[in-house]
């Protein structure tokens, strides 16, 4: 299995980014898709999460900015990032969880700087 993200850059305040994590080798479809995120010195955290139907959620300090989507029939999930903050300065990762099996991407870095 193999995850691969790829969106990220460096933008300004106020800039949008999407990223974008293709899931291949996967033997299932569905379970949880996951973006999380690590800035320097801090641990990982969740940003936002998908489950299979489709129900969303986000972490308070990225509500009504990311919006979470995927594509079940080809393993993808997206992150559009709107109105982006210097504290979303971080590498994202995207994750999925099928039934005890969780799997991680290498990360994509997103800078965000006046």
């Known amino acids: 299995v193999r995850l691969v993200e790829s969106g990220g850059d460096s933008v300004q305040p106020g800039e949008s980014l999407r990223l974008s994590c293709v899931a291949s080798?996967?033997?299932?479809?569905?379970?949880?898709m996951r973006w999380y995120r690590q800035a320097p010195g801090k641990e990982r955290e969740l940003v936002a999460a998908?489950?299979?139907?489709?129900?969303?959620h986000y972490r308070n300090s990225v509500k009504g900015r990311f919006t979470i989507s995927r594509d079940n029939a080809k393993n993808t999930v997206t992150l559009q990032m709107n109105n982006l903050k210097p504290d979303d300065t971080a590498v994202y990762y995207c994750?999925?969880?099928?039934?005890?099996?969780?799997?991680w991407g290498q990360g994509t870095q997103v800078t965000v700087s006046a």
């Open positions: 994750q999925v969880q099928i039934s005890t099996f969780t799997y």
């Open positions: 080798g996967l033997t299932e479809r569905g379970g949880f």
């Open positions: 998908i489950l299979e139907s489709g129900s969303t």
